[in-house]
């Protein structure tokens, strides 16, 4: 009895560390950018992305998301530092559809 008891607690055990966490998802908000920055370009017939700039806020806001992320690959101080002078990011999608939808929801307030 002992002996299954051990073997069910390490099943149950393994079976809550083998989850899948979940990720943080990226919300981007239309005060966080400057919308005279936001412009899509082309890439293929099926290949888009959205440039944009941030305001100072949202580019603090953007850092310090990323830096909570643990996918996220790590920043030196010198990175940031420069990064917060431009401020700029893109997105990309696989339909124009899908960029001009993402447009559309980054400029209304």
Not at 11 to 26: D, H, I, K, L, S
């Amino acid at each position: 009895m002992r002996t299954i008891l051990t073997l069910l607690l390490a099943m149950v055990t393994f079976g809550v560390f083998a989850q899948e966490q979940p990720v943080a998802a990226r919300r981007i908000l239309p005060e966080d950018i400057e919308h005279a920055s936001i412009q899509m370009v082309r890439f293929s017939t099926s290949s888009f992305a959205v440039r944009f700039s941030y305001t100072e806020a949202g580019a603090k806001k953007a850092l310090a998301s990323w830096e909570t992320d643990p996918k996220h690959p790590v920043m030196s101080a010198d990175w940031k530092a420069g990064w917060m002078k431009r401020r700029t990011d893109k997105c990309f999608f696989q339909s124009e559809s899908a960029a001009t939808e993402f447009m559309k929801n980054i400029k209304s307030k």
